[in-house]
């Protein structure tokens, strides 16, 4: 499990267009809808699944 407190920054650096739902979903689930905008998230499980799911989309600028 994550500590309290930890939390990445990712980036999106693909587009969406012409990728399956799903996809689209999970870049929505990130807070994430346009190129090159950052969010920075807690660092769960959870939303280390996400990343990984559409590591192709996104990228990891920095995790604390």
Known sequence: MAKAGKTITVEQIGSPIRRPAIQRQTLIGLGLNKMHRRRTLEDTPAV???????SHLV??????
């Open 48 to 54: 280390r699944g996400m990343v990984n799911k559409i």
């Open 59 to 64: 990228r990891i600028v920095e995790e604390d």
